[in-house]
């Protein structure tokens, strides 16, 4: 069962940018589709983006589309998000999730995830 660890949360002014990394624990990680998720206090998780097994192809929610990138590096099991021009309703905990099955926004989809990584974005 693959693990998931996310990092390179923190604290960030508006208009800057953070690059998150999740890693997996195992050499099947380029068997997985990875998403994006986040979750702000007293909403529910949602959908960020995600990218399909190759890296080929990649899916974003319309909040971040412009200005986030998901890309992956099956040789270090890792994948990314590349935020830019950061706002404060971007201040979430933000957590990555595998899927056998495909790259879609559901989260039910998604049967591994990671722990999350703060992002707290200053206005």
């Known amino acids: 069962q693959v693990q998931l660890v996310e990092s390179g949360g923190g604290l960030v002014q508006a208009g800057g940018s953070l690059r998150l990394s999740c890693a997996a624990s195992?050499?099947?990680?380029?068997?997985?589709?990875m998403g994006w998720f986040r979750q702000a206090p007293g909403k529910e998780r949602e959908f960020v983006g995600a990218i399909i097994r190759s890296g080929l192809s990649t899916n974003y929610a319309d909040s971040v589309k412009g200005r986030c990138t998901i890309s992956r590096d099956n040789a270090k099991n890792t994948v990314y998000l590349q935020m830019n021009s950061l706002k404060p309703e971007d201040t979430a905990r933000y957590y990555c999730a595998g899927s056998r099955t495909s790259y879609s926004s559901h989260q039910a989809e998604y049967g591994y995830w990671g722990q999350g990584t703060q992002v707290t974005v200053s206005s």
């Open positions: 195992e050499r099947t990680f380029r068997t997985y589709a």
